[in-house]
């Protein structure tokens, strides 16, 4: 039985927080905030700590591009909002369940790894990750461990869990 009350969050819904524009709708940075800010009632929301790690890589590739020392300090002075969020932090790569299916889907074909960490932390944890990469989507749904996992967009996290609420 799924645990349809953890969500897992991909590096995508942190970015904004470190400045990094994402568009997914008009609403997608005031909504992705809001949710950093007040979790969602009902549900325990997690990001895997490597979704840091990736947020670090694309500071790092704006930083390449301007050489501007803030861009890259923008991790420690937002680390602090994320740490006392109402997320919470999981640690696939210290888990040995999430780091089991990571390689099954590595092994699957999918060359992220990071990506398959977070996938593995959404079997370990048992609940619903929530990306857009449909390739990855593609991958999971091939493999017997993965098959069964819930796996929903940010604007269907928005149509059915957010919205039923306001």
Known sequence: MKNINSIILDTTYVLPLFGIKIELSQKFEEQVKLLWKNGINGY?????????????????????KKKDYSTLDRYQLI???????????????????????????????????????ISGAAVALDGILITEDKELEKVL????????????SWNELITKIMKKRS
């Open 79 to 117: 680390l602090p909002t994320v740490l006392n969020s109402p997320v919470n932090i999981f640690n696939p790569e210290l888990n040995p369940k999430a780091s089991l299916i990571a390689s099954l889907i590595r092994h699957s074909g999918h060359l992220d790894f990071m990506d398959c960490w």
């Open 141 to 152: 749904k091939t493999i017997p461990e993965t098959k069964t996992i819930i796996i929903w």
């Open 44 to 64: 325990k929301i997690f990001l895997p700590s490597v979704c840091l790690i990736e947020t670090v890589f694309k500071l790092l590739n704006e930083y390449r």
